[in-house]
């Protein structure tokens, strides 16, 4: 797998918070899908989407579960019925590694963990791993779904 040492730019962000199993994660998600969709934040270079992953469901109960999915944002935002708020995922030095097929198994993260990282000299950072979701719609196929995944370093 191709690791690169990057500096990712301070995004502001449109969130909403997932706490809770795994499995609903596609509900939260498409909660911000909605208020998107309603808000015409169409264009996937401008509007990137990324998921701020606060724990490991590999390794962390289920009720603990903790995930933040956004939407690069710039603008104001009004309190809302989806429970989007603005938040900033922040400047940071980060490996970065690609991952190709289903965001249920995403092989680059833990390859980052177990693999590169304990062989790189590196130490993680303060800011948990985070995903860019490249291409997302409804009609992407699990083996077209490409996630660039981020490794905040010190």
Known sequence: MNVRIVEFPETK??????????????????TLIVWKLEHRLRDPLRYRSYGVHYTDPHTTPPSA???????SFEGEIAPNSFGVMKKVIPGNRCA???DIGSRYNNQAAVWLYREWLPQ??????DFPIFFHYVNVGPNLREEEMITDVYLPLR
């Open 65 to 71: 579960h903790r995930v933040d999915f956004c939407l």
């Open 96 to 98: 970065l590694a690609t």
């Open 120 to 125: 790189s000299g590196e130490t993680p950072g």
């Open 13 to 30: 962000v449109a969130a909403v918070e997932h706490c809770g199993p795994p499995e609903l994660e596609q509900e939260t998600a498409r």
